[in-house]
């Protein structure tokens, strides 16, 4: 059975920073693609950063110099460190696994950035 789950979202300032951490079990953690994707009310699901089994990586536009994604292997664990942070950024965020066709999602983590 798949599994991965997020943690480490909540309320923060702005300016403020949150670390998201996405911990997968039941898949070979090494071989996949992850991702970390966003989606704000009304809005649709976009992909935020992405970390390829090689160590690629990617980032949106809104969020270049201001977060970072890495990897732990060894953890079987991705993280998304989230600076600088502001109002836009309130989405619930979530954890993707992805190889080739194989797409697995976590329950998603609510970041909410307000004064």
């Known amino acids: 059975q798949v599994q991965l789950v997020e943690s480490g979202g909540g309320l923060v300032q702005p300016g403020g920073s949150l670390r998201l951490s996405c911990v997968a079990s039941?898949?070979?953690?090494?071989?996949?693609?992850m991702n970390w994707y966003r989606q704000a009310p009304g809005k649709e699901r976009e992909l935020v950063a992405s970390?390829?089994?090689?160590?690629?990586?990617m980032y949106a536009d809104s969020v270049k110099g201001r977060f970072t994604i890495s990897r732990d292997n060894a953890k079987n664990r991705v993280y998304l460190q989230m600076n600088s942070l502001t109002p836009e950024d309130t989405a619930v965020h979530y954890c993707n696994a992805q190889r080739g066709v194989q797409s697995y999602w976590g329950q998603g983590t609510q970041v909410t950035v307000s004064s």
């Open positions: 039941g898949i070979s953690f090494s071989t996949y693609a």
């Open positions: 970390i390829t089994r090689g160590g690629s990586i």
